[in-house]
């Protein structure tokens, strides 16, 4: 079991950047992929970005130029650097891990998630 804790989400203006980052914990030796997935007030879950070990990273449309994830210092974590914030980035932001064997998911496990609200 990997067991994930997102942090580091909040409150905003249009324009702002938060930086929420998660920590991967448990059988982390077999996770092979993470990202960020969100999910906003009516709406379903939506990529937001994947990173695959030894490849680049893969962003939704509609934050590329603006969030950028990266590995953090400590081992299986994952941070999220969002700038130019706008309405629309309003979600739950939830850590993902996978374990994927030929493109194929075998594991996957989910953070609880951390709100982000982007408002004057």
């Known amino acids: 079991q990997v067991q994930l804790v997102e942090s580091g989400g909040g409150l905003a203006q249009p324009g702002g950047s938060l930086n929420p980052s998660c920590a991967a914990s448990?059988?982390?030796?077999?996770?092979?992929?993470m990202g960020w997935v969100r999910q906003a007030p009516g709406k379903g879950r939506e990529m937001v970005a994947t990173?695959?070990?030894?490849?680049?990273?893969n962003y939704t449309d509609s934050v590329k130029g603006r969030f950028t994830i990266s590995r953090g210092n400590a081992e299986h974590t994952v941070l999220q650097l969002m700038n130019d914030l706008s309405p629309e980035d309003t979600a739950v932001y939830h850590c993902?891990?996978?374990?994927?064997?030929?493109?194929?998911?075998?594991?996957?496990?989910w953070g609880q998630g951390t709100q982000v609200t982007v408002s004057s």
């Open positions: 993902n891990a996978q374990t994927q064997a030929s493109e194929i998911i075998i594991h996957e496990y």
């Open positions: 990173m695959k070990y030894n490849k680049p990273v």
């Open positions: 448990g059988s982390t030796f077999t996770v092979n992929v």
